[in-house]
C-alpha cells in the first residue's frame, strides 16, 4: 500500500496549479502569469527564464496603451518590468487547481495513516509476557559518534 501510495501522491501532485492561455485584457491586477517573450525581450530579462522552455513567470501589474507591466519573478529576486505587447508571444494565467490540491492532501493524509497503523500497530491493553526477551527493542537502526579526545 505505502509503496502504491508515495508515486500516486507525487504523479498527482506535481502541480496544485494549472495553467491557461489568455488575453492580457483578461488579466486582473496581481495575477500570477507565465509568458513567453520574443528574443529581443528575453535576452534582456534571461535572469527570470525557468525552465528549459523559455517561459518567464511574473505577475501581472497593469496595463498602459502598447505595454504592460510585469513583476518578473523567480525565487530568489523579482524585478518589475515594462513590456511592449508586441514582445508578448505567449500568456498564460496560473489558476489553482482545486483537484489536484484535494488529491494531493488526500494521499498525504492516506500515507501517514498508513504509515501511522504500521507503525503502531500492536495490542496496547496487554501486559508484558515474562517469557520473551525483553531487550530493548528500539535500538536506532542508525547511528553515529563524534570523535572527541580530552
Not at 535576452?43 to 527570470?48: I, Q, T
Not at 501511522?116 to 535500538?139: I, K, M, S, V
Amino acid at each position: 500500500m505505502v509503496s502504491f501510495a508515495l508515486p500516486a501522491v507525487l504523479a498527482f501532485g506535481t502541480g496544485c496549479a494549472t495553467y491557461h492561455e489568455t488575453r492580457i485584457q483578461d488579466l486582473p491586477p496581481q495575477q500570477r502569469v507565465r509568458l513567453r517573450l520574443a528574443p529581443e525581450e528575453l535576452a534582456r530579462n534571461v535572469a527570470f527564464v525557468s525552465g528549459q522552455e523559455g517561459l518567464v513567470n511574473a505577475r501581472f501589474v497593469g496595463l498602459a496603451g502598447d505595454s504592460a507591466t510585469f513583476l518578473l519573478t523567480t525565487p530568489t529576486s523579482h524585478r518589475q518590468v515594462n513590456l511592449a505587447l508586441g514582445s508578448i508571444l505567449f500568456l498564460e494565467r496560473k489558476e489553482a487547481s482545486h483537484g489536484r490540491s484535494i488529491l494531493l492532501s488526500a494521499g498525504l493524509v492516506g500515507v501517514v495513516a498508513t504509515l501511522a497503523y504500521l507503525g503502531f500497530e500492536g495490542d496496547t491493553n496487554t501486559g508484558p509476557n515474562p517469557d520473551e526477551d525483553l531487550t530493548d527493542q528500539f535500538t536506532p537502526g542508525l547511528s553515529f559518534s563524534i570523535p572527541f579526545k580530552w
